[in-house]
């Protein structure tokens, strides 16, 4: 019964503080982090996403279950490729360190 309301309570200051929008976010989001030393144009399943400045990071919230196809651009040349499958709520991170 005490592990019941011990975990009620922290449930509760989870919700309370400033991050239960991402602890309790249904969707599925692209975390981009450019480490490499130039822009890239990120596609997603073939449609242009955003361009990312060298060392900057960008989201796209709600990419959506399922598979995707991800692919970082740099003047038409591919840098680099990923397909994955996201889950409900599941968040892909994904840092690209050359051009």
């Known amino acids: ?3 019941g309301i011990a975990g009620l309570l ?10 239960s929008e991402d602890l309790l ?3 599925s989001d692209l975390v981009f982090l450019n480490d490499s030393s130039c822009a890239v144009t990120v ?6 996403a955003f361009t990312v400045q060298s060392g900057a990071e960008q989201i796209l919230d709600g990419i959506g279950t399922g598979a995707h196809v991800l692919e970082a651009i740099k003047g038409g040349t591919v840098v680099e490729r990923r397909t994955i ?3 409900q ?4 991170y994904w840092t690209v360190d050359r051009c």
Request: proline share 0%; charged share 30%; glycine share 14%.
């Open 10 to 19: 922290v449930l509760a200051a989870l919700l309370s503080s400033g991050c």
């Open 43 to 48: 596609f997603v399943d073939g449609r242009e």
């Open 25 to 27: 976010d249904g969707e």
């Open 85 to 87: 499958e996201l889950s």
């Open 89 to 92: 709520g599941e968040d892909f």
């Open 1 to 3: 019964m005490a592990r």
